[in-house]
């Protein structure tokens, strides 16, 4: 069975970073495509970035593009969140997801063909 676990969440202030962390266990990875999405209150999820466990295919959205990064760590089964010049805007619960690779980019921002979740780590952004 799945297990992902998110961690890094908290409070920083605004302008401040924070690195979100995935840990993944209990699957075959190798066949999968990692991503992280955000959901802020009242609004729907959204998918922020995604990479293929390989590491290749590493891919941030637009609109934090410049500010984010998505990265897969070498040596232990974690995928990472680096996050920069944070924003009150950014303020949500973070998840990690897994699903089946990918063939095309377009395909991360299917939230719902995420078939594992995190439990969610949550991320405030002070002005």
């Known amino acids: 069975q799945v297990l992902l676990v998110e961690s890094g969440g908290g409070f920083v202030q605004a302008g401040g970073s924070r690195r979100l962390s995935c840990a993944a266990s209990?699957?075959?990875?190798?066949?999968?495509?990692m991503g992280w999405i955000r959901q802020a209150p009242g609004k729907a999820r959204e998918f922020i970035a995604g990479?293929?466990?390989?590491?290749?295919?590493?891919f941030v959205k637009d609109s934090v593009k410049g500010r984010f990064s998505i990265s897969r760590g070498d040596a232990e089964n974690t995928v990472y969140l680096q996050m920069s010049s944070l924003i009150p805007d950014d303020t949500a619960v973070y998840y990690c997801?897994?699903?089946?690779?990918?063939?095309?980019?377009?395909?991360?921002?299917?939230?719902?063909?995420?078939?594992?979740w995190g439990q969610g780590t949550q991320v405030t952004v002070s002005s």
């Open positions: 990479i293929k466990w390989s590491g290749a295919s590493p």
């Open positions: 997801a897994s699903r089946p690779d990918i063939y095309f980019l377009y395909e991360y921002y299917d939230v719902g063909s995420y078939d594992s």
């Open positions: 209990g699957g075959t990875f190798s066949t999968q495509a």
